[in-house]
């Protein structure tokens, strides 16, 4: 994971910045099952400033959503439903949109 996150961030390929998104939900969610929350988060907020940067609603909802359940396993409740609420949000909007087949394949 590090690696790939490495290559993506030496900035040779500029159009692989989009795929750096999945690759820190990736992240955030495998340091989460392994019980690093800070890292989970860590790679989480990454992955949601630049989603948010690069206009992608689908990966700022997966890292929102990423949040909640950091802050949920910490047993911070009230964090984690703001988060939820937003990442429910976007995704309802996708769906209305039509884009919710990027939200499984992606």
Not at 8 to 29: A, E, K, M, W
Not at 51 to 75: C, H, I, P, W
């Amino acid at each position: 994971g590090e690696e790939a996150l490495q290559f993506i961030n030496t900035g040779t390929f500029p159009h692989y910045l989009q795929y750096r998104i999945p690759l820190l939900n990736y992240l955030s969610q495998a340091s989460s099952l392994l019980g690093n929350m800070q890292e989970a988060l860590s790679f989480a907020r990454q992955s949601h400033i630049l989603a948010k940067n690069l206009g992608d609603r689908s990966g700022t909802a997966k890292a929102l959503f990423n949040m909640a359940e950091v802050y949920s396993n910490q047993g911070n409740y009230k964090q984690a439903m703001d988060y939820y609420s937003g990442a429910s949000a976007l995704f309802r909007k996708l769906m209305i949109r039509k884009d919710w087949l990027n939200l499984f394949f992606e």
